[in-house]
């Protein structure tokens, strides 16, 4: 005769904060850094620089010279926390408008753990979670055999080279801060 046990509820697992920054090319960036900084605390790592040439989403609003970087946070954290940081990271963007009023930076969160990549967002989607508050999330990457991979969804731009490459090394701190914990995901298989 079978025995089924309830699972147990837990705490999840502990991930690192990420944004994602996508600005005008002439955009003081260390204003936003530090106020990032301020509000969720100190940076651990920030990726290269790059040009943000993947979509034209962006040109009415921001322009058409943009550049894309990404951060990550020190301080580990639980995801639950990513509808409160898409708020803040909303409410920073309204202090930097253009002429026009739109956006001079756009900045999106999302939590980095060793089995995913998550990001918050405002619109719903047929791959988007409702968390609250008029939030979404959506795994946007995937850790499977040694690597972060795309979903059919993910954005072309996190499917770059030095994006993945980021995201890993990113992935490797967080590994490293969490010691013997990662070994118990329930990810199957875990090929670490």
Same mark, same amino acid.
């Given at each position: 005769m079978l025995k089924f046990v309830m699972a147990e509820i837990k705490e999840p697992k502990k991930v690192l904060l990420l944004i994602g920054l996508i600005f005008v090319k002439d955009f003081e960036l260390n204003k936003v850094l530090n106020e990032l900084k301020n509000d969720l605390g100190n940076i651990l790592m920030k990726s290269n620089t790059i040009p943000f040439t993947h979509t034209i989403y962006y040109n009415k609003e921001m322009g058409d010279k943009l550049m894309r970087k990404w951060i990550v946070f020190d301080k580990l954290i639980t995801p639950d926390i990513l509808v409160k940081v898409k708020h803040t990271t909303n409410d920073i963007e309204k202090k930097y408008l253009n002429d026009k009023n739109g956006r001079k930076i756009n900045i999106d969160p999302g939590v980095l753990s060793l089995s995913n990549l998550i990001l918050a967002s405002t619109k719903d989607y047929s791959h988007r979670i409702y968390l609250g508050k008029g939030i979404y999330a959506e795994v946007t990457l995937i850790y499977k055999n040694k690597n972060f991979n795309p979903l059919e969804w993910t954005y072309p731009d996190h499917q770059e080279k030095i994006a993945i490459e980021f995201f890993e090394k #990113? !992935?490797? #701190? *967080? $590994? $490293? !801060? *969490?010691?013997n914990q990662f070994r118990n995901l329930g990810v199957y298989p875990s090929p670490l």
């Open positions: #990113a !992935r490797e #701190a *967080l $590994k $490293k !801060r *969490l010691g």
